[in-house]
C-alpha cells in the first residue's frame, strides 16, 4: 500500500499542465531560499533591529539544521522520483519532507510580522500569510514537493515562532 502523499502527484500534474506558470513558479520560489532569507536577516540586523536579527538568525540557523534532520528521518522522496511524469522543474538532492523554503519563509516572515509595529501588523501578517502560500504553491508546482511536504513545512515553522 503506498502512503497518501503519493497520489498527490496527479494534483501536480494537472499544475504542471499550466506552463505558462513555469517561469512565475521559480520566481516564487526563491522567496524561500536560504540565501535570500538571509539577506533580510542581514538587513534586518544591520539597519532596522540588531536583537531581532540575531535572535533570527539562530533561529534561522536551527530551522535550517532541523529541516535537514526531518529530512532524513522522514526519507520521503520528491515527486518527480516517484512519478516520472512529474516535471521537475528545478532540482533538489535531498529527500522532499518537509519542504524547507515554506517552513523557513513561515518563520522568517512569522518572526517579522509578530514584531511589526500595530499599525502594520495587519498588512505584515497578511503578506505573510501570502507569501507562505505562493511559496508552498511554487515548489508543488515546480515537481519538488507533494502537498503534504509543504503543510508539514508551513506547520513546522509555525512551531518555532
Known sequence: MEPLHYKDSRMILVMQSFLILTGVMRFLSVAGEDVLLMIIVVVNYWWLNTILGAQLAVLLTISTALNSILKLVCHWPRPYWRDRRVRAFVSAQDYGMPSGHVQNVTLVGGVLA??????????????????????????????VHFPLDVIVGSCIGQIQI
Open 114 to 143: 509578530w514584531h511589526a509595529p500595530a499599525g502594520w501588523q495587519l498588512w505584515a501578517w497578511t503578506a505573510v500569510v501570502a507569501a507562505i502560500v505562493l511559496v508552498a504553491v511554487s515548489r508543488v508546482y515546480l515537481g
